[in-house]
Structure formats: structure tokens, C-alpha cells
């Protein structure tokens, strides 16, 4: 009807703060990718790829990539393991604290990054609630160093990650029909060959796709490395913040930023791609 | 002279022709149904006359006006749906005034026609519950009360029984047509039920892949369907495959019936079951009879008939006796007689 | 087989336990008496919270943060529901490359807008200033808000709205009487996330807060990086009970609306 044609209009608000505070940024940020950094570190308005070829020619840089794509695939790792059978409960269970459960599995998600990462810090601590433990039982005599190293940074990112995934899972388990299960018991399989049989296969595009998530997250998390790494730990995340803010070099955070997201462009196609793949 | 008027109305999604060509005329007062199965295209046309879906081409006109591009909130149509989509959010008596306050009528007028029409659809009492406190077919009654009470000039029902259990159903027939009659309202009526249709509905417009196939009375749409379609979505039939004899006439099952053939092409014998009879092999044809006979293959008991399946030299056919009376042995040669008049005859469809 | 089993109720049990662990510990160490992060403490006092309340910074942060969440939340509501309506409600052409446009903020991470963000703002002095943190922070909110509503006012009762208009009620009338009043409580739990998300925000504020005005998360995250003491786990309490209230609210708003509706 001619009133759902006018609509439209409803949507000027939104398109002008969209392009005004989110697209003509992101432009500047490209067009600061092709300025350069002149000998006294001052930025030179220019528009050449000396910036770029500088940056990737630079070993760190390819230490960084390295470092975050090792992280984010281990941290991305864990989780799914501890994700998906948290995940798979929440599918099947029949209790009545059900929709209780699922809140508290994606709470974390809604509670600061700060607060939770200060959590880590007084569990995985010199003095902390591990080392306390293990040594009050005698089991080692110097505390592990569990913080301000990458295995903090590990495990604090897979629990950040998690909510995400479980909540990727959970969206994806649609497809799962438990009469299929009852089927497969049915016909003579045990509950062990049932998973591997069905559930597993049939859950396999919503695993890739979670997995996708988590790492895309994992690439992009500054928070977690930053305070859990305790500057020991590097990553092109804080690279970028260091670079634009401390070192204000505006022109390398720029390149570095775009590099980044296009490798998660990149990996987020792929998983995309497999989980049709799968799905088919 | 007619009250509400459809001209050539079309209707496109996409690539799909939901409504094709729909040209229709009710009279002032007159119920008249809109029957055929889902997707074609009988509430998309509702939609249109309510102004909810704007048509490709066509005109709708009211009393001669014409409305095809006037806004849904212009028209002055009582809609009821088929979800009756009362508002949640309001009372009973609030959702029965809802339109009378759009149209900014004094509170106490208002009221006093609220009162109105829960008293009419037999709600008086419960103006104070939520939509969701009333049972299905009280919410059926709100639906309606709040379409009635702003004198539409037509009442559009869409599929408005189908929500409700099958004694319900029967009873809400009833109670809509005695207010539809009582107010002389003209009411369009969409369905897919041909009981519905038939018992409502002053007459019925049979509707098939965007067109109305065929439109009469209910007794004329029953007995003498138009097309094939007609024939076999409302009510019952055998349909008997047949060929032209070397007379000219139809011969069916190796016998020839007292029924011109057409030219050309294959065709097929429609024959209402319960219009045919069994009688022994021995009894003869009288002249305006149709005969053939066969074999019983079974017969079942449905309750208030029953049901006999014969297989004979074309084919199964299926014959309907009253329950009661004795059904023949199942593998006995009979044969089955009906009137030649009741046969249709109409061409086979393309596969 | 009904229920998922106990092998997979224990998997379960235990990855709850290590989602609530960091929680369960932060609240125990708000209550230490020491000077240090120890677990467990050797005491047990309200001092830190004492001290909480004379800590000047991260009082004056506090209070810059619920200024801004709640700036950001009335205006994402203001600029995100009319454009949920219109993607919800309307019939115009490229409405899903519209609705992809508009979403298309969500999926790029926030340390990538937050550096944008800094290079736009910085020449135009917006950095560390209230409107340049309420613009950040709505480059989050204003898509989740068009996200959520989007889906709320699509998912409202089928036809109701084509009812109001039969009954002879105008566009506008059927959206002020009809549209809203049924998506009412989701607009309030859309608005108590978008505080939320406003309020928690990091990375973005990070980039462009200053010595002149930091949210409370950028404070901690400072205090995290110098000291390590109980305070912040005092901090976190309140902060952890103040989210479950919001929580718990939008669940049961959502929830229990959910169940008025039908």
C-alpha cells in the first residue's frame, strides 16, 4: 500500500549515522593505509603503498600473523570442546531450569570483559586459586606461571569466545531431529555409535560455523591478550592499539587493521563455504 | 443490479499468477462464497477487495463507486480473519470498538453499539475479559462482533470456521448465516470446505488456478458442474473412462449408454456414487438407464452409508447405498444402474 | 531416551563450573581483608568496597559511563526503531540489500571501528568528549537495536495490523496502536541490552577516551594494568549484581510478555 511505500523515510536516521559514524571512518581508515610516517615520525599525507610494503616486509609483522592465527586456533579449540557438549545438554535437556541454564551458559556474555578477565587473574595467579590449591597440597613447590603468559592469554580467551559459540551451536542443533537418534537406537546402533553415526555428522555444519565464530573473535580480541598477556604476549590486535594510540602511527595501525580484516574476511568465507559444503 | 462488482482483477507475486482473471457480481444483501482449494487464489482476492493487497489490474466497485486504489483504512470492510487476529492487547468490548473509535463516534454511542454486538454474537457479559482468556469460538464471536459493528458495506470472512472443532463448526454455521440473513448484509466468504459453501452461501463461485471456474447456486454447482474441476472438487464422483462408440454414443465398460460421445479426444464419465444402484445382473435397462455391470470387490461400512467397490471390464467404480440395507456378497456379478441424465461427461486432462 | 543422559549432564556440569568459576572467585576476593590478590584470602572484610567508595577516578567514571549509556540507549532507540519499522513493515524495493547495509556494523569487530573512530574524531576534537563516546558506542547499538526490532515487529501476531487497517485505522494509527503497544516489551528489553552493551563497551572507548574522560571500563582496565589488588573485585560485584538485575528483567519482560501475548 502507498503507507508501506512511504517507509522508507523511517530509514533516513539510521542510513545517514551509518554512513556519516561507521562508513566515512572505515573510508578514512583506508585512505590513512596509503599515508606515510616521515623520519621524525610525524604523519605525511600521501598516497602510496610505502606504508604497506614496509609493514609486510617486517618480520614482526609476520610473527604477529603467526602468533594470532596459532592463539586463535587453540583458544577457538578448547572452546568448542568444552561448548559443545554444554550445548548439546542444553538441546536435550527436559528440565525446567532449561531456560535458566541457557542464560547462565551465555552469561559471561553480558557481564564485563574487564570483571571476567580480573577473575582469571585471581584464579590463575602467582598467588592465585590453582597455585594455591596445588600447593597447599604439596604438589609443587614454586607457583606454575599460568599468567602474563600465552597460556593465560588461552584460557581467558576461550571463555570469552564460548557464549558465541554455544550460542552458534544452539542455532545450529535446529537441524538435529531426535527422532532420528530414536531411529538409529532403534535399528541396533549404541548410544555411542548413535553419536558417531548421526548426532555428530548432522551437527558438523554448526560446529564449522561456531568454529568460524570463535575464531574470528579470537583474531579480534585486544582485552583478554592485553590484560592477560601482560605485555608479554603479541598479537596484531595489541599491535594496533599500540601502534595508533601509544606510538600514534596512524598509517601502520591503518594497514595492519586491513590486513586483519581481510584475514577475517578470508577465514570467515572459508567456514561459511565448508558449512554449505556440509550441509548439503 | 448489483451491489459489489469485480472486473478483471489480476494479481502477480513474482513469476506466480495468483489471481488471474476474477470478474464477479454480488447483489445487494447477497452471501455468496468463494470455494477452491489452497492456492487458488480465493483469499488473495478477499485481500484485494479489502484493500490489504493492491491489484495488478481490474477495478472493484461498491454501489457503483470505484475503490481499487483506496486505502484498506477507507473502505469500510468487515474483515474477519482466519487467524481472527483480535488485538491482545485490548479488551474484548476495547477490540469490538476499536473501529468505531477510529472513526471518532461519541463514547456513549460507541458503548451502546458494543453492547450491541456482543449482544448479536451472544458475548454480552464478557467486555471486561482478554482475547486470550475466551475459548476459539468466542474469539470467532469477537472477530465477527468487531467487523459487524462497523456497518461494512461488505462482510469478507476468510476462512473464519477453520480454527474451530467440527461441532463447533456446525453450530457457527448456523449462528453466522441467521445474522448475515437477519442483517442483510452482503458477505463474501472464502473456503475450502464445500460444506461451508453450501449450506452459507446464497451461491457459490467455485474458484481454480486464479479464475472462478464456475459460478450458481449451490444446488446448480453441485448437479450440473461446468467443468471437470468443478466436478470433482465439489462433492463425489466416479470418474469412468470412456470412448466414443461407432454410433456416435459413449461406451463405457463394453456397454452403450443413451449419451451422445463427444468428437474428439479421450473422455471420462462422471457419475455421483450415491446417484448410482445395485440391482441383480438379470434385471434389464430401462430406456433413460445407464447399465454396465461387474464384480463386488468388497464393501465398506462408513457409518451412514456404505460404501461398494466394483471392478468391471474399464475399471473401479464406486457406488454409495444407505446403510441398512443388505450389501451385496463381496465377488458377486451384479450390476449398476443410474439415470443417464445424472452422467457428465467431460474431456480427460492432460497428464 | 528422554533428557540428555548423565555422561552429558557431568560434561555439562563441569564446563558450568569453569564459566562460573571467574565469577564465583571475584566475589570471594571482594571480601578479602589483604592487600593483594591471594586465594583464598586470609580474611575476610568490606574494605575494599569502603575503599571503592572514595576512589575519585573510578566514581567519576562510573558516573561518565551511566551518562553515556543512558544517551546512547534513547538515541539508538530514536535512530534504530523508526529504520526497524520501516525494514519490518515496509514494501520497497532492495529492502534486503537495505537491511544488509544496516547490519553490516555488527560484523566487523570493534577494534577495527574503534582505531576508524580515532582517526575521524581526532581532528575533530570528539575524542574523550561525551558526544564522541556516545557516537562510538552507537555504531554498536544502533545495528543491534535495528537487529532486534527488526525481528520483534516482524514476529508480532500475523494479520493483527491488516485487522487495525480494515477497522479503518491510518498507517500511523495502526503503528501507535497496534505496532508499539505490542512491541512494548521488547522495546524495554531492547533498551536495557543496548545500556548494556553501551555500558560494557572497551575497545571503542579505549581508542577514544582521554585523560579528560574515561567509562568505567577503560578506568579498570587502567587499574588492571598498574595494580593488582581487590578492589576491582569489589567493583566487579557490583557491577556483576547490577547486570543480573538488568538480566533477569529482560528475561522476564520478554518472557512473560511472551506468555501475556498469546
Request: hydrophobic share 50%; proline share 6%; aromatic share 8%.
Amino acid at each position: 500500500m502507498s503507507a508501506t511505500r512511504r517507509l522508507p523515510w523511517l530509514l533516513l536516521p539510521a542510513g545517514l549515522f551509518v554512513l556519516g559514524i561507521y562508513a566515512w571512518p572505515t573510508l578514512l581508515l583506508l585512505r590513512n593505509a596509503f599515508n606515510e610516517v616521515g623520519p621524525t615520525g610525524a604523519m605525511v599525507e600521501a598516497m602510496s603503498l610505502k606504508t604497506a610494503t614496509e609493514t609486510f616486509a617486517d618480520g614482526f609483522t609476520f610473527e604477529l600473523t603467526w602468533n594470532s592465527l596459532w592463539l586463535s586456533a587453540t583458544a577457538t579449540t578448547i572452546a568448542l570442546a568444552l561448548s559443545y557438549p554444554l550445548s548439546l545438554f542444553l538441546f536435550r535437556t527436559t528440565s525446567r531450569w532449561r531456560g535458566i541454564l541457557a542464560v547462565i551458559a551465555i552469561l559471561p556474555m553480558l557481564i564485563s570483559g574487564v570483571v571476567r578477565v580480573f577473575g582469571w587473574l585471581a584464579i590463575l595467579g602467582d598467588r592465585g586459586l590453582v597455585n594455591g590449591l596445588l600447593q597447599s597440597l604439596g604438589l609443587i613447590s614454586a607457583p606454575l606461571k599460568l599468567v602474563f603468559n600465552w597460556t593465560g592469554v588461552t584460557i581467558g580467551l576461550a571463555e570469552s569466545i564460548m557464549p558465541y559459540m554455544i550460542l552458534a551451536l544452539l542455532a545450529g542443533f535446529g537441524q538435529l531431529d531426535r527422532t532420528l537418534e530414536e531411529a538409529s537406537r532403534s535399528l541396533g546402533a549404541s548410544p555411542a555409535r548413535t553419536f558417531l553415526r548421526v548426532t555428530l555428522p548432522l551437527s558438523l555444519p554448526a560446529i564449522v560455523l561456531a568454529a568460524g565464530l570463535g575464531f574470528v573473535l579470537s583474531m579480534s580480541a585486544y582485552i583478554t591478550p592485553k590484560l592477560l598477556g601482560g605485555g608479554r604476549v603479541f598479537v596484531l590486535a595489541t599491535e594496533i592499539f599500540e601502534q595508533a594510540t601509544t606510538n600514534t602511527n596512524w598509517p601502520v595501525a591503518a594497514v595492519l587493521a586491513l590486513y586483519t580484516l581481510a584475514l577475517l574476511l578470508v577465514l570467515l568465507a572459508l567456514s561459511n563455504l565448508l558449512a554449505r559444503r556440509l550441509r548439503r | 443490479m448489483s451491489y459489489l462488482e469485480l472486473a478483471g482483477l489480476q494479481k502477480r507475486f513474482g513469476n506466480a499468477t495468483a489471481v488471474d482473471d476474477v470478474s464477479l457480481s454480488v447483489a445487494k444483501g447477497e452471501a455468496v462464497a468463494l470455494l477452491g482449494p489452497s492456492g487458488c487464489g480465493k483469499t488473495t482476492t478477499l485481500r484485494m477487495l479489502a484493500g490489504l493487497i493492491e491489484p495488478d489490474r481490474g477495478t472493484i466497485r461498491i454501489d457503483g463507486a470505484e475503490i481499487t486504489r483506496l486505502p484498506a483504512h477507507r473502505r469500510n470492510m468487515g474483515y474477519v480473519f482466519q487467524s481472527y487476529a483480535l488485538f491482545p492487547h485490548l479488551s474484548v468490548a476495547r477490540n469490538v470498538a476499536f473501529g468505531l473509535e477510529e472513526r471518532g463516534r461519541p463514547k456513549a454511542e460507541i458503548a451502546r453499539q458494543v453492547e450491541e454486538a456482543l449482544a448479536l454474537v451472544r458475548l454480552s457479559g464478557l467486555d471486561a475479559r482478554r482475547p486470550r482468556e475466551l475459548s476459539g469460538g468466542q474469539q470467532q464471536r469477537v472477530a465477527l462482533a468487531r467487523a459487524l459493528v462497523i456497518h461494512p458495506s461488505v462482510l469478507l470472512l476468510d476462512e473464519s470456521l477453520s480454527n474451530l472443532d467440527a461441532k463447533l463448526r456446525d453450530a457457527m454455521r448456523h449462528e453466522i448465516r441467521s445474522i448475515q440473513r437477519a442483517l442483510g448484509i452482503t458477505t463474501l466468504f472464502v473456503t475450502h470446505d464445500q460444506v461451508e459453501a453450501l449450506t452459507m452461501c446464497d451461491r457459490i463461485a467455485v474458484m481454480h488456478r486464479g479464475r472462478i471456474a464456475q459460478i450458481g447456486a449451490p444446488e446448480e454447482i453441485y448437479e450440473k458442474p461446468a467443468t471437470r474441476f468443478v466436478a470433482e472438487f465439489v462433492g463425489r464422483a466416479n470418474a469412468l473412462p470412456a470412448e466414443r462408440g461407432p454410433d456416435g454414443q459413449v461406451r463405457l465398460w463394453n456397454e452403450t449408454l443413451a449419451l451422445a460421445a463427444p468428437a474428439d479426444g479421450s473422455f471420462d464419465v462422471f457419475v455421483r456414487p450415491q446417484r448410482m444402484r445395485i440391482v441383480p445382473v438379470s434385471e434389464p435397462a430401462g430406456p433413460d438407464t445407464a447399465r454396465v455391470s461387474g464384480r463386488v470387490l468388497r464393501s465398506v461400512f462408513v457409518g451412514d452409508h456404505v460404501e461398494v467397490l466394483i471392478e468391471g471390464a474399464g475399471g473401479q467404480l464406486t457406488v454409495e447405498m444407505p446403510s441398512g440395507s443388505p450389501a451385496p456378497a463381496e465377488g458377486s456379478e451384479v450390476a449398476v444402474v443410474w439415470p443417464a441424465t445424472e452422467s457428465r461427461v467431460f474431456a480427460r486432462e492432460a497428464p | 531416551m528422554n533428557g540428555a543422559g548423565p555422561l552429558l549432564s557431568t560434561l555439562a556440569g563441569i564446563v558450568y563450573a569453569l564459566i562460573l568459576a571467574p565469577i564465583v572467585v571475584v566475589f570471594a576476593l571482594a571480601f578479602s581483608a589483604d592487600n593483594f590478590i591471594l586465594f583464598p584470602p586470609s580474611g575476610y572484610s568490606l574494605r575494599w568496597f569502603q575503599a571503592l567508595g572514595h576512589h575519585g577516578p573510578l566514581l567519576a567514571s562510573l558516573w561518565l559511563s551511566v551518562q553515556v549509556a543512558s544517551v546512547v540507549t534513547l538515541c539508538s532507540l530514536l535512530v534504530g526503531v523508526p529504520a526497524a519499522l520501516a525494514l519490518a513493515k515496509g514494501e520497497f524495493r532492495g529492502k534486503d540489500a537495505l537491511t544488509g547495509f544496516f547490519l553490516a556494523p555488527l560484523l566487523l569487530p570493534t577494534l577495527i571501528t574503534g582505531l576508524a573512530l580515532l582517526l575521524f574524531f581526532t581532528p575533530l576534537r570528539l575524542t574523550a568528549t561525551l558526544p564522541g563516546l556516545v557516537l562510538g558506542h552507537m555504531t554498536v547499538t544502533v545495528p543491534f537495536v535495528i537487529r532486534m526490532m527488526t525481528t520483534a515487529l516482524a514476529n508480532l501476531p500475523h494479520d493483527i495490523e491488516a485487522a487495525a487497517a480494515t477497522l479503518g485505522a491510518t498507517p500511523w494509527r495502526v503503528v501507535r496502536r497496534v505496532t508499539l503497544p505490542l512491541a512494548a516489551p521488547g522495546l524495554i528489553a531492547c533498551a536495557c541490552l543496548s545500556f548494556l552493551l553501551s555500558f560494557d563497551e572497551t575497545v571503542i572507548s579505549l581508542f577514544i577516551s582521554g585523560p579528560r574522560a574515561s567509562t568505567l571500563p577503560v578506568e579498570m582496565v587502567r587499574y588492571v594494568e598498574g595494580r593488582t589488588d581487590p578492589l576491582i573485585a569489589a567493583l566487579s560485584v557490583v557491577l556483576i549484581i547490577a547486570t543480573l538485575i538488568v538480566v533477569v528483567a529482560v528475561e522476564r519482560l520478554v518472557g512473560v510478555a511472551r506468555a501475556v501475548g498469546k
